[in-house]
């Protein structure tokens, strides 16, 4: 299984800049992450970011995880997608190395295909540009690459099951 795992980019970055300081509670959305039972209903977009990337991980514990952060034409600077990318970076670690072993950076997969020059650990979607942009069409490309990559991709389907699936 190929998991894609999106989310909202000024929202992260958001939070991210209020974590620091911050004591977390369930009225203080910007505290740090804290267990999703602690506060029901109320997660951050961190909080529910980092919900998904446990579910994945706790439900497979093989096969690429690509995280694609959308509306990235809100944030501009390449500082604060840094900022988001390196923050995100500690808190998975602290989930075990497996899971950065599972994730697909932008470039590592399909270097030719735009945001290859970046180190993120996400996609950076611009909302604005629909196909035409680099964050979609390396997405794509990473996608189409690790597909190729997947041992379930290559495996041969009966005809039979084809033909059901055509009905």
Partial sequence: SIIVIFAKLPELLSEMRQRSGAV?????????????????????PLQELLVWVDAATSTTTEGPILLAFTHADE????????F?????????????????????RPGAAAPD??????????????NTQSLADSGVQALR???????????????????????????
Avoid: K, W
């Fill in 24 to 44: 977390a509670s369930c009225e203080n959305r910007s505290a740090p992450p804290s267990p999703p039972s602690a506060c029901p209903g109320n997660l951050s």
């Fill in 113 to 126: 295909q735009g945001q290859g020059s970046n180190n993120y650990l996400y996609f950076a979607i611009n």
């Fill in 141 to 167: 490309a990473s996608l189409q690459h690790t597909a190729e990559q997947t041992t379930s991709v290559r495996q041969l389907v009966p005809l039979s099951l084809r033909l059901l699936q055509d009905v």
């Fill in 84 to 104: 988001v990318s390196q923050g995100l970076d500690e808190m998975l670690q602290l989930r075990g190395a497996g899971l950065l072993r599972r994730l697909v």
């Fill in 75 to 82: 944030v501009a600077e390449e500082a604060d997608r840094a």
